[in-house]
């Protein structure tokens, strides 16, 4: 009986994670701290405005790997994200991988009911139920696709709640659900699918922590947020 009490409750929680922009109309800023091995290499940060039923996020994300002092991979994004009545209209990102430029320009079209993408690895329609994969945005766990913040390519992707826990980040505790976030085609390369385990606060509506393995060990990390 506790089992399935315990399961309820899990899936209670899980539900809670039904995003609206309402979620965040409190948040102004979200900072999060990236590590790779364990080492700091760099930031996420979000920053959010609120006027009436509008709400923008910009996004600034910068880190460098280095190996024997020189650079072999990094990364610069600067992006925008706009929505309206709980809405995305509008998402914009221009991001410099290594020497090579991505970008991403999304409208959302009222007649076709559809957001129409011009991004450098994916031009065409999509579906409105795409989120953008931007980490201060906890309904990336229950969608069933997402749109690439980089690139403006679609995929799709599974979702499952895994257990509750307890976790400390920089000095606060944190009661978590822990998620696997995986991309529903199985067949896809190695470097192209999503394989990333989340943990979301319920009652914060907040991601604190998100982890996946390519080219060594990486962890986004929730360092403040006000």
Do not use: C
């Not at 006027?51 to 996004?59: A, G, H, I, L, R």
């Not at 998620?179 to 470097?191: G, I, Q, R």
Request: charged letters at 25%.
């Amino acid at each position: 009986m506790k089992k399935y009490i315990y399961i309820l409750l899990l899936f209670l929680l899980s539900f809670q994670t039904q995003s609206h922009t309402s979620d965040y109309k409190n948040i102004s800023k979200i900072e999060m701290e990236i590590f790779r091995n364990n080492k700091s290499i760099g930031y996420s940060n979000y920053y959010f405005e609120h006027e009436d039923d509008s709400m923008t996020v910009k996004n600034y994300t910068q880190f460098k790997v280095k190996l024997l002092g020189a650079d072999i991979f990094s990364i610069s994004s600067k992006a925008i994200e706009k929505y309206e009545d709980n809405k995305l209209v509008f998402f914009k990102s221009n991001t410099f991988q290594n020497s090579k430029e991505k970008f991403v320009n999304l409208k959302y079209d009222e007649k076709l009911n559809k957001f129409i993408i011009e991004g450098s690895s994916f031009k065409g329609e999509a579906n409105t139920n795409n989120v953008i994969g931007n980490w201060w945005n906890n309904k990336i766990l229950v969608a069933n696709s997402q749109i690439s913040p980089l690139s403006g390519s679609v995929k799709e992707q599974t979702v499952n709640l895994l257990r509750k826990e307890i976790i400390e980040l920089y000095g606060k505790s944190y009661e978590v659900l822990h998620y696997k976030l995986k991309s529903k085609n199985e067949n896809l390369p190695k470097n192209k699918k999503l394989n990333f385990d989340i943990w979301l606060d319920p009652q914060k509506s907040l991601i604190v922590k998100i982890a996946y393995e390519r080219m060594g060990k990486w962890e986004y990390r929730l360092k403040n947020f006000e």
